[in-house]
């Protein structure tokens, strides 16, 4: 069986500055690989680029066995495949908290409206959302936004989970609240790709951690080794600086 | 670089983009061959295209009105000029009264809220007439008596009310945590107004704003109703005389060619103010 998402030799420049280079990745279902480096490593920009937000310049990228890097894939069935999370919640603020939740499994999957709202509200329901799900985005605190935005992602069905960075707009008490449901996703078996600055969570929750610097993977293995052993000197330095 | 050269993989992916964009060029290409073969043959192929041609597209008609359209039209063009610059300046100022919330200025929000409400439901053409008829009769020491200047003055009164709301609209969709970041920096509801909020809210009002100003541009021809022997009323008198509109066809294009390097300059900054704003961000 092959890997869920494969990536290799994965290059993107954006003019004279290259931005990644020579990225090698391997999912496999179930997996939770946290990306760690410092702001301007590159994570970001790995989860737009396997997410098809952003054209590659080099290398390949195979997801559920075939490729997707390929310009004549059609990107929208490969997103609705995705789910993705960002920083800043990115909902929708003109639409309640459960329209946010329906519009994709409405027009891009052609859900009936009954079976999406109750599948969104039996998410909202398990995150505790459920009183929020008629108010507007911005009604809602900025842990309440950033579930709501996590149950839209989940609303699909994705078989992977892009997060890039969902916490880092969060005061630290709110923090938790939004990490509890990624570890329940975690562990209900979920497939995750996740950027994060949160490196307790990163070590209780991924199968795998890459450290990415300037643009590479330079480093990559299982927490406890990453975190309690580093093999090379810019990986210290940077856990020094952050843990 | 780094000594990096694309793989065989990406040389080969580079080809099918190529090859792909060329496909989009094509497609596009031929639609519009196509839509525009298909409408030229219906308006030429219908049974009484020769009359209107006749009527409308005389090539001799156009040629022999040609010189006074063009002497008229810089009378419209110097309205709509002088006129532009007051409407914009009291748009904004109206819009700002609207925005007010001083209860020193409630006197002003409430002129601003009946300015805008009663003037955008007088039709264009009763100002100008109120006015061009109306004031010179009045016999007010010390005021023009020219059409022309009244019916400058109609136009101003109008759009300022109507280039007001899409300004007031603009700064309404400032979202409110600027507001709240400039006061908490320490500045006034003026000073946010003139510095954070404004400077957002015009950005986003100048499509409407543009549209406005073309629908002014045209709306100088109402100028001819007081007498002003603007490019309309030329190409009209043209065509009372000698039973032929050209002149009139003629005229609308004068204005397209006014408005489109208009467009394309707004087009210009406001693709300019993206790069420059949001460059490679999100």
């Known amino acids: 069986m092959s890997a869920l998402l494969e990536v290799s030799g994965l290059r993107k420049s954006y003019g004279e500055k290259v931005v990644l280079d020579d990225i090698s990745l391997s999912v496999d279902t179930h997996d939770v690989i946290c990306l760690i480096g410092s702001s301007g490593s590159g994570k970001s920009t790995l989860l737009r680029c396997l997410n098809l937000l952003e054209d590659i310049d080099d290398g390949v990228i195979t997801f559920e066995g075939a490729e997707i890097s390929d310009p004549r894939v059609d990107a929208r069935r490969i997103r609705s495949r995705i789910g993705m999370v960002f920083q800043a919640y990115n909902l929708f603020p003109h639409l309640s908290v459960l329209d946010n939740c329906t ?85 209900s078996g979920m497939t995750m790709v996740l950027a994060t600055h949160e490196m307790s969570f990163a070590r209780e929750v991924a199968t795998s951690v890459c450290f990415l610097s300037e643009g590479r993977i330079l480093e990559q293995g299982p927490p406890a080794e990453i975190f309690s052993d580093p093999r090379e000197e810019r990986t210290r330095q940077f856990l020094r600086r952050v843990l | ?63 022999e009105a040609l010189p006074d359209i063009w002497d008229a039209i810089w009378l419209n063009i110097k309205m709509f000029l002088i006129a532009e610059v007051f409407i914009l300046v009291f748009g904004m100022l109206i819009a700002m009264a609207r925005v007010s919330r001083s209860p020193w200025l409630v006197p002003l929000r409430i002129v601003g809220v009946v ?110 109703v007081a007498g002003v022997f603007e490019a309309v009323f030329v190409a009209r008198d043209y065509g009372n005389y000698n039973f032929n509109y050209t002149p009139l066809v003629v005229v609308a294009c004068f204005f397209i060619v006014l408005t489109v390097p208009l467009a394309r300059l707004t087009d210009w900054l406001s693709a300019r103010y993206r790069r420059r704003e949001l460059a490679g961000a999100l």
């Open chain 1, 103 to 187: 519009l994709a499994p409405r027009k891009v999957q052609g859900v009936q409206r009954a079976d999406a709202e109750a599948r969104a509200l039996s998410l909202l329901e398990k995150f505790g959302l459920a009183d929020q799900a008629a108010k507007h985005p911005d009604r809602l605190s900025g842990g309440q936004q950033q579930r709501a935005a996590l149950v839209r992602a989940l609303c699909t069905h994705p078989t992977l989970l892009l997060l890039d960075e969902i916490t880092a707009a969060l005061d630290p008490e709110l923090v938790g609240e939004v990490l509890e449901i990624v570890r329940a996703e975690a562990e």
């Open chain 2, 1 to 63: 670089m780094t000594g990096w050269t694309p793989s065989q993989h990406e040389l080969e992916r580079r080809r099918v983009r190529r090859r792909l964009r060329t496909r989009s060029v094509l497609i596009a290409t031929a639609m519009t061959i196509v839509v525009f073969v298909v409408l030229s043959l219906v308006v030429t192929g219908s049974p009484g295209w020769p009359q209107v041609q006749a009527l409308f597209f005389s090539w001799p008609d156009a040629r």
């Open chain 2, 115 to 224: 300015y805008t409400d009663v003037i955008r439901g007088i039709p264009t053409l009763l100002l100008v007439y109120l006015l061009a008829f109306g004031m010179p009769a009045l016999h007010l020491q010390g005021l023009p008596n020219g059409a022309f200047f009244w019916a400058t003055v109609a136009l101003i009164i109008s759009y300022s009310a109507y280039v007001a709301e899409v300004f007031r609209s603009g700064i309404e969709s400032v979202h409110p945590s600027q507001w709240a970041s400039a006061q908490a920096l320490g500045l006034s509801r003026g000073q946010t107004l003139r510095h954070v909020v404004i400077p957002q809210a015009v950005r986003r009002v100048v499509p409407p704003l543009l549209n406005d100003f073309v629908s002014l541009q045209k709306d100088t021809a109402l100028a001819s």
